[in-house]
């Protein structure tokens, strides 16, 4: 059974930045989509962007290009990196696979969520 | 933008029924999540009708025109948490969700 768990963090100051891992154990992270949601207090989900195994990337325009997402094959990890963090960036931020090389498929399973606040 | 309902009110045993609205669905597969507080969002159902292993047979899904639905059949006391609507949106290369919607159970 594959298990994600998401790691980094749990301050950040404003205009920093910042970064989170996602180790993945129980499947390889290849010839998948691997996503980055976040909930803000009080929020619905938003999607932040994706990152394929082979490195592709696309991320929600609504982030104006402060997001970096990457994949590590041999550590079998993916990771995001967001700068110019603001109190706005507050959330719980989950990562999520989609499902094997559908990009329009489900987010079939997510990690437990990794809470970060934005504060000096 | 993928409208829900903010909110709604079940008793046990009663039918949920949670709308997804919005001109992307018409040609875009929807998929379902129940997000209890604090905890990783679950998937219910996908690819409109579809239940993943585990989910509850009483979770159903359906998708006509510009408009999915999540049905809870015989809701019960653990049913009660947020319901969010997914779809990928080809047009824009992009996933949404929806606004979401709060179930609670009396």
């Known amino acids: 059974q594959v298990q994600l768990r998401e790691s980094g963090p749990g301050i950040v100051e404003p205009s920093e930045t910042l970064a989170l891992t996602c180790s993945v154990s129980?499947?390889?992270?290849?010839?998948?989509?691997w996503s980055w949601i976040r909930q803000a207090p009080g929020k619905g989900l938003e999607w932040l962007g994706y990152?394929?195994?082979?490195?592709?990337?696309n991320y929600n325009p609504s982030l104006k290009a402060r997001a970096y997402m990457f994949v590590d094959i041999h550590k079998n990890e993916v990771s995001l990196s967001l700068r110019s963090v603001t109190a706005a960036d507050t959330a719980l931020y989950f990562c999520?696979?989609?499902?094997?090389?559908?990009?329009?498929?489900?987010?079939?399973?997510w990690g437990q969520g990794h809470t970060v606040v934005v504060s000096s | 933008v993928l409208t829900q309902t903010s909110s709604l009110s079940v008793a046990p045993g009663q039918t949920a029924t949670i709308s997804c609205g919005g001109d992307k669905i018409e040609n875009a597969k929807v998929h379902w999540y129940r997000m209890k507080a604090g905890q990783a969002p679950v998937l219910v159902v996908y690819d409109d009708s579809a239940r993943p292993s585990g989910s509850p047979s009483r979770f159903s899904g359906s998708h006509f025109g510009d408009t999915a639905t999540l049905t809870i059949s015989r809701v019960e006391a653990e049913d009660e948490a947020a319901y969010y609507c997914q779809l990928w949106d080809s047009k824009t290369d992009r996933y949404a969700f929806g606004s979401g919607t709060q179930v609670t159970v009396l």
């Open positions: 129980g499947d390889s992270i290849t010839e998948y989509f």
């Open positions: 990152v394929f195994y082979d490195g592709s990337v």
């Open positions: 999520a696979r989609g499902r094997r090389a559908d990009i329009s498929g489900p987010f079939e399973h």
